[in-house]
């Protein structure tokens, strides 16, 4: 049994990352302020005998000094989260990106220097490649961020910063990290109050409400369901040679949005048309997009059995159940 901390646990990727732990006999402490997540996403394992919720904050030194001596691994899951949420509070997500990712790994580097090596999984993002033009991306391919003058690009930034942090301590002081980049994940318990696709049109196609597509829906990403993601970052922190590495974490089929919207309008059996909005009016005047987001996994296929289990559609054909009830 593996004494787990999960930063972020009561987020949408987090809550599912704490439930498979507890599946696989593991002792997990969820920690999460709840800004962004909610206690009913982990109403399922509430007593659990084995878990334990924390709301609070994990820069509270008191908080990492009577938890992290007790810690095996730590899932590092907290940061902002949304498009939406991300255009409307740069200040927070640039700080809320970095501030806990560094006094984690500090504190984390104290507890190696004392003979206890706690290893960290550090959750990123698709966001930090930018908008590099390559068709596919590769976790050694350049950063490609925008002016600083476009706020959108703040995250990536950030994030990257979190992922420099974390190799640097792995460079300088051994400290085993393994760094994920997220691609689109989607599944049960995804808002789509932040700006979230699937959730926005399964909604608007489930009350046959328009489905609003930004620019002109062209824009391709790949949707993986969360339940092979967090399959896959376990799989990870378990494989020793992924160790200081960067991995792409996701979906490498791509859709369109416009073809995604068709698909969940066909799935649902909705009646519900598509409207199409421009960024501005969506985000304001200062914002800029990517067009293309699709990785490469073949590094993540030569590291780990990644086999996803869920195809687009069927994860689809749930939600919209999901959603009916």
């Known amino acids: 049994m593996k004494r787990i901390l999960v930063t972020g646990g009561a987020g949408f990727i987090g809550s599912h990352l704490t439930e498979e732990l507890l599946k696989r006999g593991n002792h997990v402490i969820a920690v999460d302020n709840c800004s962004t997540g909610s206690t009913d996403n982990l109403s399922q394992i509430a007593d659990h005998p084995n878990f334990r919720f924390i709301r609070g904050s994990i820069l509270d030194p008191k908080l990492l000094d009577e938890l992290l001596p007790i810690t095996d691994h730590v899932y590092h899951l907290a940061a902002a989260v949304g498009v939406a949420l991300i255009a409307q509070e740069q200040i927070n997500t640039i700080r809320n990106n970095i501030e806990p990712t560094d006094l984690l790994l500090e504190r984390l580097n104290i507890e190696s220097e004392l003979g206890r090596d706690v290893k960290f999984f550090l959750a990123s993002s698709s966001e930090v490649y930018g908008k590099n033009p390559k068709d596919t991306w590769d976790e050694e391919d350049d950063i490609v961020l925008g002016a600083t003058t476009r706020p959108r690009w703040s995250y990536g930034a950030s994030k990257a910063i979190d992922e420099f942090l974390a190799l640097a301590y792995w460079q300088q002081k051994k400290l085993p990290i393994v760094v994920g980049r997220f691609f689109n994940v989607i599944g049960q318990r995804q808002t789509g109050r932040y700006g979230m696709v699937v959730p926005r049109f399964v909604e608007a196609a489930v009350a046959d409400q328009p489905l609003v597509v930004h620019d002109d829906g062209q824009q391709t990403r790949c949707f993986a369901d969360v339940r092979d993601i967090v399959a896959t970052v376990i799989e990870l922190m378990d494989c020793p040679a992924a160790e200081g590495q960067v991995f792409n974490i996701g979906s490498d089929q791509p859709i369109s949005i416009n073809d995604l919207a ?60 999901a959603n009916r009830h």
């Not at 590094?299 to 749930?318: I, M, N, Q, Y």
């Open 262 to 321: 068709k698909k969940i309008i066909e799935v649902s059996s909705s009646q519900s048309p598509i409207k199409y909005q421009s960024y501005t009016e969506a985000y304001g005047l200062d914002f800029e997009d990517t067009r293309h987001r699709v990785p490469n996994l073949s590094k993540l296929r030569r590291t780990v059995s990644h086999a996803p289990k869920f195809d687009l559609e069927a994860t689809l054909k749930e939600l919209v159940a």
